[in-house]
């Protein structure tokens, strides 16, 4: 059985405009992570033993290397690594936090996409709401993107921000994209 990325290809599509590319990420492994009632110290301690960084504050986002984790709402967060080395995430992560939180798989539920260029405010403020000018390096905004709910991750403020939103929602997220950039640029 071949994988394929959230766009159903072989490859991860990538869009060059002027002064904006838009990069699907089929290289990145998603697991969720929710802290047990009772036991947020523990599932933080845990998950901040694996991170090597603390979980995450609200509208906030930890990049590292190889985990990556942003917040995603009360003691809830997404952790993401390279699928290559990482493929079982959801294990690594439950052997690091054991009973004090439930971890998902969502790899297949998940999807990103990074978005890059000097006109990458432009092309989101005809998309969404997001105040791109005010966001700093790990800033994370949970808004709504051409109708769809996703996360906003500031990677480089003005310049790169990393899009997540449900997989099943890729094609359609990718459409708005890509129309949004070809009216601006």
Known sequence: MKSITALAASSAQVDSFDGLTIQER??????????????????????????????????????????????????????????????????????????????????????????????????????CNVDLLAMQVGDVSRSRLEHMACFIWCLEPGQKVAIYAPRSSAGSLHHGLVEAAHSVL
């Open 26 to 127: 089929a290289d990145c492994a998603f697991a969720s992570l929710a802290a047990r009632r009772g036991e947020e110290a523990q599932c933080a301690a845990g998950a901040q033993a694996l991170l090597g960084a603390e979980l995450p504050a609200p509208g906030k986002g930890v990049l590292g290397e190889p985990y990556s984790c942003f917040w995603m709402g009360a003691d809830q967060w997404m952790i993401s690594a390279g699928y290559a080395a990482h493929e079982t995430l959801d294990s690594e992560v439950k052997e690091a936090v054991g009973a004090a939180g439930s971890v998902t798989e969502q790899s297949d539920g998940w999807c990103r996409f990074d978005l890059e260029g000097a006109r990458l405010g432009d092309v989101l403020e005809r998309l």
